[in-house]
């Protein structure tokens, strides 16, 4: 039952499915509420209402996003324990306080301050609200560094002994631990994905309603300050993607070889692989459309350095190719289109066309969802490529399971699946309701919601953004 | 065994606190969740709704806290508790899915507002259903093979485990009422005083049944309740029950509004005391002590300069956040 093979598979899909249901609300959140932050902030400097009025459009958006990322976040700090009980006992004295600092520093901040941000605008006047929107995103970040500490400790372990019961404990200290060789990399590239994912949906929000009216207000606000966004981080992704990339080179060789194709070594300069189909049975790459010595170029920054291959992992260590090679592939297309769509912007904007050029509004509209599709993508690379193990190198995921019965987990995967499928999935269509409404100056009470004129609930809380729910 | 150090008495109190105040927190907003479909539509249920919107996040984290400090103080327990009641674990995660976004959704979509209330009642009822299965379940105690668990993914189910699991939703659901008989006023403070009528005596009966069940399930529970000298020290907890129920019979006659509230939450208190004397020192009955799972030291005294630290500063904002949603809730909002 230990080995228990379908079990251990069932449990793998089921915290792929969870993680990446949850992980899609905080890149989101991370984001928003950062950019709440930023207009409360410009609204209390120049006292101009629009700002208050698309702080308040997305404060909506905000709340049901932030709901969907705490109930799909307790799942996870419990799964830990249901399905990776054996990870959960030998890794826990290194990750449990690292995850124990997440809640007391950054869930509590959040949940502490949520209440007031939502509901509270009226009863704590406009400069202590604002401090409560700060403290909102503050812990989201404080969230993100220790959740991405634990992360990177696990792809790059350090600091750490091994005691008597088989459990990795502290060697020396705790920042050797905290500070691991990939999170600094990792901590930058995934808040700068957050970051981006944001300004990709506000900005095809901004689009779409540009499209409909290129004189809106609120709609080209939003859809400026996102392009700028666009056009200046993106750039700065790629290269700190670049650096995490080398990082990863340095520490975990083979997740590179799977994520660039690379099943043989090259002695004398090794090809950037565009495409090919990657077959791990036979160890090689099928179709391969090949640079030839581009890749040691981009790894090693010189066209004739030696890139060994995945010939050069033993076979039960190495990932698996096939869905690597894609899932990277996906991540730095999107994060090119994202360039690209800031480029064109920033040209479209030095030209005076930045809300008229119809083609650049409907790229943008059609780039809103990339970035979550993007961060999955990345969140995949690595959780796959750090694969056959839980901690890199040391700890195997085949042995880091609970003792469940097959039956057990496929029972809560399937129910898991239905459930998500439909809270989400309605989540989502709220949200993109949200959306489809266009932010108004000096929004009315909500028409069709009796009885919450004073602001408790969020659906009159945002009375003034809620004028829409005439509309719909 | 090695005796509990220090640091592992710490942190055990720690827990204990944390989930405490996840019981009685949660405990409120999830009985008002179990209690819903007994409110009117409209009106008293917005009013129910509205009195927990702001403070629900906070409470619920409580139980994050619950579940990370664990890992991080008590890895093994942690392992083993998790996946010996993985069923009703998994169970209750789902339902608190269904009831957090209920907050927004029904909001969202007045069209669909009936499926988000069942939705939030279902949710807040299966949850309080499993964790009151959870304690009993674990109080029963589990088979634990070297460092894990080895029973099979129904052991949970058991007479005792519904008599606990039905318990803890009359204690939510008493909680429930009597936040309510303060946060509200007029017809649905009527509302929840009758409720509260009916709550009271049967939340008291099910503390009884699990408190006369409790010392026969074995795991030494009687020698730690009834062995002297032990004894003069325990005979007080359910001495004190009594003491309280008679003060919450009288704060119900004279309609006091927060009485209730606070009384019932020094029951849970006591009833919380009790589990502490049939527990401790094991953290899984007569498998784990306390000492067996605890983390290494230095893992835990790491946590204990943060905590010492921030546990203090986040009651305070709680306590904030709370003074500002404070006063009586109508369905239109705070006044």
Redesign the interface.
């Known amino acids: 039952m230990?080995h228990d093979a379908d079990a251990l598979l069932l449990a793998r899909i089921q915290f792929g499915f969870t993680v990446s249901f949850h992980f899609i609300f905080p890149a989101f959140s991370i984001g928003l509420a950062s950019y709440l932050a930023v207009l409360e902030a410009l609204w209390l400097k120049t006292g101009k209402a629009l700002y208050l009025d698309i702080y308040k459009y997305w404060l909506k958006i905000f709340?049901?996003v932030?709901?969907?990322g705490?109930?799909?976040?307790?799942?996870m700090?419990?799964q830990?324990?249901?399905?990776?009980?054996?990870?959960?006992?030998?890794?826990?004295?290194?990750?449990?306080?690292l995850?124990?600092?997440?809640?007391?520093?950054a869930?509590?901040?959040?949940?502490?301050?949520?209440?007031?941000m939502?509901?509270?605008m009226k009863?704590?006047g406009k400069r202590l609200h604002f401090f409560a929107t700060l403290m909102v995103a503050v812990g989201t970040m404080i969230s993100a560094f220790w959740i991405l500490s634990v992360n990177s400790w696990m792809q790059t372990p350090a600091g750490y002994a091994i005691?008597a019961?088989g459990?990795f404990?502290?060697a020396a200290g705790?920042l050797p631990i905290i500070f691991n060789p990939s999170f600094p990399y990792r901590l930058a590239h995934t808040v700068i994905a957050a970051y981006l994912t944001t300004a990709l949906a506000v900005g095809a929000v901004g689009a779409w309603h540009l499209l409909k009216d290129f004189k809106q207000d609120h709609a080209r606000k939003m859809f400026s300050m996102a392009m700028w966004m666009a056009a200046l981080v993106a750039p700065v992704q790629v290269f700190v993607g670049d650096q995490h990339g080398l990082n990863t080179l340095e520490h975990q060789p083979a997740k590179v070889m799977a994520m660039e194709g690379h099943y043989q070594s090259h002695p004398h300069g090794a090809p950037l692989i565009l495409f090919g189909v990657p077959d791990d049975e036979a160890q090689r790459m099928a179709h391969a459309v090949e640079i030839p010595r581009l890749g040691s170029l981009i790894l090693k920054h010189d066209l004739d350095a030696p890139l060994a291959g995945l010939d050069t992992i033993a076979p039960e260590n190495r990932p698996a190719v096939e869905v690597v090679f894609w899932s990277f592939r996906v991540m730095v297309g999107i994060g090119l289109l994202m360039f690209a769509l800031g480029a064109w912007s920033l040209l479209a904007r030095f030209a005076g066309k930045l809300y008229e050029w119809r083609w650049m509004k409907r790229f943008a509209v059609l780039m809103g969802p990339s970035g979550f599709i993007a961060v999955i993508a990345g969140w995949i690379t690595t959780e796959v490529g750090r694969q056959p193990f839980t901690i890199y190198g040391l700890m195997r995921t085949a042995e880091s399971a609970?003792?469940?019965?097959a039956?057990?987990v496929g029972a809560?995967l399937v129910?898991?699946v239905i459930?998500?499928f439909t809270?989400f999935g309605?989540?989502s269509w709220?949200l993109l309701?949200?959306m489809s409404r266009a932010p108004q100056p000096h929004e009315p009470e909500p028409a069709?919601?009796?009885?919450?004129?004073?602001?408790?609930?969020?659906?009159?809380a945002l009375a003034a953004g809620a004028g829409e729910s005439r509309h719909g | 065994m090695a005796d509990t150090t220090v640091l592992t008495l710490v942190w055990a109190a720690i827990l204990a606190f944390a989930v405490f105040m996840y019981v009685i927190m949660d405990g409120f907003d999830l009985g008002i969740g179990v209690l819903f479909p007994i409110f009117g539509v409209g009106k008293e249920r917005d009013t129910a709704m509205n009195s927990i919107a702001p403070v629900w996040d906070g409470n619920e984290t409580w139980l994050v806290l619950g579940g990370g400090g664990l890992l991080a103080a008590f890895p093994l327990a942690y392992s083993v508790i998790m996946s010996a009641l993985y069923a009703p674990l998994i169970a209750m995660l789902l339902a608190l899915v269904f009831r957090g976004v209920a907050f927004e959704f029904r909001w969202r979509d007045p069209g669909h507002r009936a499926f988000w209330d069942i939705a939030f009642t279902g949710g807040s009822f299966i949850a309080a259903f499993m964790q009151g299965i959870m304690l009993g379940a674990l109080l029963q105690g589990v088979h634990v093979a070297g460092r894990a668990y080895g029973g099979g993914w129904w052991d949970w189910l058991t007479p005792f485990s519904l008599l606990t699991g039905a318990g803890v939703v009359a204690g939510y659901s008493l909680l429930g009422a009597c936040w309510l008989n303060w946060k509200t006023e007029g017809e649905t403070q009527a509302h929840a005083r009758r409720l509260m009528r009916i709550l009271a005596p049967v939340t008291l009966v099910a503390i009884l049944a699990v408190s006369a069940a409790t010392p026969f399930l074995g795991n030494e529970y009687f020698q730690r309740w009834f062995s002297m000298p032990r004894v003069l020290f325990t005979a007080q907890v359910p001495l004190v029950i009594c003491i309280l129920t008679w003060r919450f019979i009288r704060s119900l006659r004279r309609n006091y509004e927060l009485a209730p509230f606070v009384l019932t939450l020094a029951v849970f208190g006591l009833s919380f005391v009790g589990l502490g004397i049939s527990m401790f020192p094991y953290l899984v009955p007569n498998s784990i002590t306390l000492q067996m799972a605890a983390a290494p030291a230095s893992s835990q005294a790491f946590m204990l300069v943060g905590s010492a630290v921030l546990i203090p500063l986040i009651l305070a904002y709680t306590a904030w956040s709370y003074y500002v949603f404070r006063g009586k809730v109508a369905h239109e909002g705070y006044h």
């Open positions: 230990f709340a049901v932030f709901a969907m705490v109930v799909s976040g307790i799942v700090a419990y830990f324990g249901s399905n990776w009980a054996v990870f959960s006992d030998r890794a826990g004295p290194v990750i449990g306080p995850m124990a600092y997440e809640v007391l520093t869930f509590f901040l959040e949940a502490g301050f949520l209440g007031v939502l509901f509270g009863k704590v005691n019961e459990q404990v502290p705790w609970s003792p469940l019965a039956p057990a809560s129910a898991f459930v998500y809270v309605m989540g709220y309701k949200l069709n919601v009796p009885g919450h004129a004073a602001g408790i609930t969020p659906a009159s």
